[in-house]
T-cell receptor, first 113, second 120 residues
Framework: AQSVTQLGSHVSVSEGALVLLRCNYS??????LFWYVQYPNQGLQLLLK??????LVKGINGFEAEFKKSETSFHLTKPSAHMSDAAEYFC???????????FGTGTRLTIIP | NAGVTQTPKFRVLKTGQSMTLLCAQD?????MYWYRQDPGMGLRLIHY???????AKGEVPDGYNVSRLKKQNFLLGLESAAPSQTSVYFC???????????????????FGPGTRLTVL
């Protein structure tokens, strides 16, 4: 079974500052890890994912995440926040060949002008 | 491609009424899902389907039924709506048999825009 914990349901950063959204997972099998973003009144769209290979994964809109097996973490970062990054972010996990995703409870990111 | 579409976008029901939410995808995906999203609880899986004619229960199936009679459509039914079913419902789909990277690429799910349901 898999589970995901997102620390901080709300995060606020100033425009131009570093964005760090935390995700820790639990999995009994090698995990596949995902970050999705949800803009207001929209569905979820994939930001990036880790499956195998390089542990630093680059996604859309300048976001990246690093898979750290020893820390069971997959934190999302962006060097410089932009107003358009204001959204809710979800971390998700699945096992290989698993048809289901398990989502975290989400982190709402607010950008302060 | 329209991707994943959901109808209706909004609906208000009275307690005890029934309704069906329709999800359609044009990506020839094998898997389809229904989630509900509630504040502070993330997305919770209601039911899912790994192929035409098959369905399975997710995390919160009670009070809902589903059908997958056609590969491109996945219907979510509420037989007797309750206020606790007030939520935003999302459909998603994934995995095309033509996508040979499923083993290496993970189960990337593609989401519809959602249906906001209020039960009074």
């Amino acid at each position: 079974a898999q589970s995901v914990t997102q620390l901080g349901s709300h995060v606020s950063v100033s425009e131009g500052a570093l964005v760090l959204l935390r995700c820790n997972y639990s999995s009994s099998v090698p995990p596949y890890l995902f970050w999705y973003v949800q803009y207001p009144n929209q569905g979820l769209q994939l930001l990036l994912k880790y499956t195998t290979g390089a542990t630093l994964v680059k996604g859309i809109n300048g976001f990246e995440a690093e898979f750290k097996k020893s820390e069971t973490s997959f934190h999302l970062t962006k060097p410089s926040a932009h107003m358009s990054d204001a959204a809710e972010y979800f971390c998700a996990v699945s096992g290989a060949l698993n048809e289901k995703l398990t989502f975290g409870t989400g982190t709402r990111l607010t950008i302060i002008p | 491609n329209a991707g994943v579409t959901q109808t209706p976008k909004f609906r208000v029901l009275k307690t005890g009424q029934s309704m069906t939410l329709l999800c359609a995808q044009d990506m020839n995906h094998e898997y389809m899902y229904w989630y509900r999203q509630d504040p502070g609880m993330g997305l919770r899986l209601i039911h899912y389907s790994v192929g035409e004619g098959t369905t399975a229960k997710g995390e919160v199936p009670d009070g809902y039924n589903v059908s997958r009679l056609k590969k491109q459509n996945f219907l979510l039914g509420l037989e007797s709506a309750a206020p606790s079913q007030t939520s935003v419902y999302f459909c998603a789909s994934s995995y095309s048999k033509r996508d040979r990277q499923i083993l290496a690429g993970g189960n990337t799910q593609y989401f519809g825009p959602g249906t906001r349901l209020t039960v009074l």
